[in-house]
């Protein structure tokens, strides 16, 4: 049983900033990779950005330069720090994080409940 919870969405001005916090609990062995996904009203879930465990990183062409992505392996946690945001990052912000149990368990991909993130204009 691995529990992902996030934290840090909210109500913000276009140029704003806020940090995501998506912490993972459980039984956990090791964590690969974790990161962050996006829905907005009417549309696909897409890929924000995401983290391997030795820190590399990879962003929707969307936020770069604006998004940093980066995590803390000892409190198996992931953040998101969004600066200058827009209209259009408006989103329910869904974390995840891909576990293993035990040095011989399957990966399972784990999914916290999201967090709503609206940018006013």
């Known amino acids: 049983q691995v529990q992902v919870l996030e934290s840090g969405g909210g109500l913000v001005q276009a140029g704003g900033s806020l940090r995501l916090s998506c912490a993972a609990s459980?039984?956990?062995?090791?964590?690969?990779?974790m990161g962050w996904y996006r829905q907005a009203p009417g549309k696909q879930r897409e890929l924000v950005a995401h983290i391997t465990s030795i820190g590399g990183t990879n962003y929707a062409d969307s936020v770069k330069g604006r998004f940093t992505i980066s995590r803390d392996n000892a409190r198996n946690t992931v953040y998101l720090q969004m600066n200058s945001l827009k209209p259009e990052d408006t989103a329910v912000y869904y974390c995840h994080a891909n576990t293993r149990r035990s040095s011989t368990a399957v990966p399972t991909t784990y999914w916290g409940q999201g967090t709503q993130v609206t940018v006013s204009s």
């Open positions: 459980g039984s956990i062995f090791s964590i690969s990779t």
